[in-house]
């Protein structure tokens, strides 16, 4: 199958992408409005940017309204991207779910807060790592929003860390994100592998 742009529209073009660009990694992004309202959701569009500086960017699409995340963020210029472990990702998906704004995700996903050194948005107390991000810039991409942040600051539990500046997969159980399912990310190689075919 071949589908050319004159023909998205006759195809679930969502589905057909995400399904292909997989595993996604998961930026479970905890925020504070202005008024000191957490909040907490996860997205699977999200990279690295750039390495100097070092710049992480997540995308986040339209809905009926504005997400809390972006609003928050553009509210206070701070936020701060949790990874999840397979240990959290029950609590990931709870906080996926459409609450009020006024809500707090990390009482309803039953998760801790813990405060944040450089900005005013709390972290995932349990999460493996966490990087706190100040706003660059958030750019405007059809009906959804790049948002690139600053990393200022870099939290990770001292039993992932190997070989001085490693991260050790193994420990830090990293859940993938695939079209409507998630994925284990639990095996690991290097090329050249003799068992691929040549």
């Known amino acids: 199958m071949i589908v050319q742009s004159e023909s998205f529209n006759d195809h679930n073009m969502s589905k057909l992408v995400k399904g292909a660009v997989v595993p996604r990694p998961i930026a479970w992004v905890s925020t504070v409005s202005r008024e000191g309202d957490y909040n907490l959701a996860p997205f699977s569009f999200f990279t690295v940017a750039s390495m100097d500086p070092i710049t992480l960017c997540i995308s986040v699409g339209k809905a009926e309204r504005d997400k809390d995340t972006l609003l928050n963020i553009q509210e206070t210029n701070g936020f701060v991207i949790n990874i999840v472990s397979e240990s959290l990702a029950n609590q990931m998906h709870e906080s996926s779910k459409a609450y009020e704004r006024s809500e707090n995700e990390f009482e309803k996903a039953g998760t801790r807060s813990e405060a944040s050194v450089r900005v005013r948005a709390p972290k995932v107390a349990e999460a493996p790592v966490s990087f706190e991000c100040e706003l660059d810039q958030v750019i405007k991409?059809?009906?959804?929003?790049?948002?690139?942040?600053?990393?200022?600051?870099?939290?990770?539990?001292?039993?992932?860390?190997?070989?001085?500046?490693?991260?050790?997969?193994?420990?830090?159980k990293a859940v993938g994100r695939m079209a409507g399912d998630y994925s284990y990310i639990k095996e690991f190689y290097r090329l050249p592998n003799k068992e691929f075919p040549q």
Do not use: A, F, N
């Not at 539990?157 to 991260?167: N, R």
């Open 141 to 172: 991409i059809g009906t959804s929003h790049l948002i690139l942040g600053r990393v200022v600051c870099y939290h990770i539990k001292d039993e992932l860390v190997m070989d001085g500046d490693k991260v050790d997969p193994h420990q830090l």
